[in-house]
C-alpha cells in the first residue's frame, strides 16, 4: 500500500479485527520490492527492512497489534497453531 494511500486506515481496520474479522485474524508482511531485490539482499536483510518499517511507518507503528506483523510472527503463531492441531489429533 502506497504512501499517503487512504486505505492503509482501511486495512488497519482489518489487521485489528474491527472489520471482517477471521477466526485467527490478519498478518501482514512486508517483502523487498523490485528495487530491493536488484540489490540481492539477504534474508536476514530483508527481515531487518521488514522490521523497521512496520516499527516506523505509520499506521503500522501505530498499531494496537504488533504482533500481526512479520514473517516472523507470522510464523511463530503458525507453528503454535500448528502443535494444538497435532496434540489435538494425537489424543
Request: aromatic share 8%.
Amino acid at each position: 500500500i502506497g504512501k499517503g494511500s487512504k486505505s492503509r486506515g482501511l486495512f488497519l481496520d482489518i489487521i485489528e479485527g474491527r472489520t471482517h474479522p477471521l477466526r485467527h485474524g490478519y498478518y501482514c508482511t512486508r517483502r523487498p520490492d523490485d528495487d530491493e531485490r536488484a540489490k540481492n539482499m539477504t534474508s536476514e536483510q530483508a527481515s531487518q527492512l521488514e522490521t523497521e518499517f512496520f516499527t516506523s511507518t505509520a499506521p503500522w507503528s501505530t498499531s494496537s497489534r504488533p504482533h500481526r506483523y512479520g514473517i516472523k510472527n507470522l510464523v511463530n503463531s503458525l507453528s503454535t497453531l500448528l502443535q494444538q492441531v497435532i496434540k489435538q489429533t494425537c489424543v
